[in-house]
């Protein structure tokens, strides 16, 4: 008589149907999502090529940290000694369809570089980015080219 006691909430239970265990559709991540170090970067203004990372003289790191709608920027001496140190930030949200990447520069050091927009095309090869794009404000009479190149940091 105890057994039938038993198997009925047993019989009960088996009965109840499970629920579906949930799955979750990742979305595919962007290329660009991750951190990078900057390796290189050329400033091109009417022609005239010009070196502007690795600085000569200077030991510096800069690096970008993009995730799915933001990047961040920060730029920093090695040494951090003498009156020549050097701090650089900037952060934003930012779009990406195909090649061409959008920064929309919200937070910067230079202050009066926040609220413009700057279209580049990218390029990726391995753990290797290629940027290049115009950087123009008027207002600053600032208008040239850039070819920043960076390595993927591995986790």
């Known amino acids: 008589m105890k057994i039938k006691f038993l198997i009925l909430p047993l ?3 088996a009965a109840c149907k499970q629920p579906a265990a949930e799955t979750k559709t990742e979305e595919p991540v962007a290329p660009i999502q991750g951190t990078w170090k900057l390796v290189s970067a050329l400033q091109i203004t009417k ?3 010009v070196v502007t990372y690795p600085e000569k003289g200077q030991e510096q790191e800069m690096i970008k940290v993009v995730n799915g709608d933001h990047f961040a920027f920060f730029k920093h001496d090695l040494k951090m000694a003498g009156t020549k140190t050097v701090f ?3 952060a934003g949200t930012y779009t990406l369809t195909g090649a061409d990447y ?3 520069l919200q937070y910067c050091n ?3 570089w926040e609220g413009h ?3 580049f095309k ?3 090869k391995g753990d290797t980015l290629v940027q290049k794009g115009i950087e123009k404000i008027d207002s600053l009479k600032i208008d040239h080219e850039i070819v920043e190149t960076y390595i993927k940091l591995k986790k």
């Open 11 to 13: 019989l009960a239970l």
């Open 88 to 90: 650089g930030s900037g």
């Open 117 to 119: 927009s700057f279209n």
């Open 122 to 124: 990218v390029s990726f």
């Open 110 to 112: 230079y202050r009066e």
């Open 102 to 104: 959008t920064e929309n």
């Open 47 to 49: 022609g005239d090529t």
